[in-house]
Nanobody
Framework: QVQLVESGGGSVQAGGSLRPSCTSS????????LDWFRQAPGKEREFVAA???????VYADSVKGRFTISRDNAKNMMFLQMNSLKSEDTAVYYC?????????????????????WGQGTQVTVSS
């Protein structure tokens, strides 16, 4: 059973930055597609960013230009650099990992494409 563990969430003022990370126990980590989703209170889980095994990232329009997804295969880790944070970014952020995710937007951005999920890390942005 693969385990994903997020860390690095927290509370910050609007305009600030955070860099949550996700560590995976998957031995074949370098060949997996990784993703960040988020869920705000009373809202559905939504796609944030994804990065394939080839390191090509894709982003939701709401975070494009402010967030950067990256991975370190040597450490089995994924990161989400979040800059210029807004109050609407407040949510629980989840990392996810998939083994057979098509390299297309409709697959990368769908929660159903991913096999394993972390427990989530809270990000709170105050205005």
């Amino acid at each position: 059973q693969v385990q994903l563990v997020e860390s690095g969430g927290g509370s910050v003022q609007a305009g600030g930055s955070l860099r949550p990370s996700c560590t995976s126990s998957e031995p074949a980590f370098s060949r997996r597609t990784l993703d960040w989703f988020r869920q705000a209170p009373g809202k559905e889980r939504e796609f944030v960013a994804a990065i394939s095994w080839s390191h090509k990232p894709v982003y939701a329009d709401s975070v494009k230009g402010r967030f950067t997804i990256s991975r370190d295969n040597a450490k089995n880790m994924m990161f989400l650099q979040m800059n210029s944070l807004k109050s609407e970014d407040t949510a629980v952020y989840y990392c996810a990992q998939g083994s057979r995710v098509r390299n297309a937007w409709d697959a990368l951005s769908q929660a159903a494409s991913y096999d394993y999920w972390g427990q989530g890390t809270q990000v709170t942005v105050s205005s």
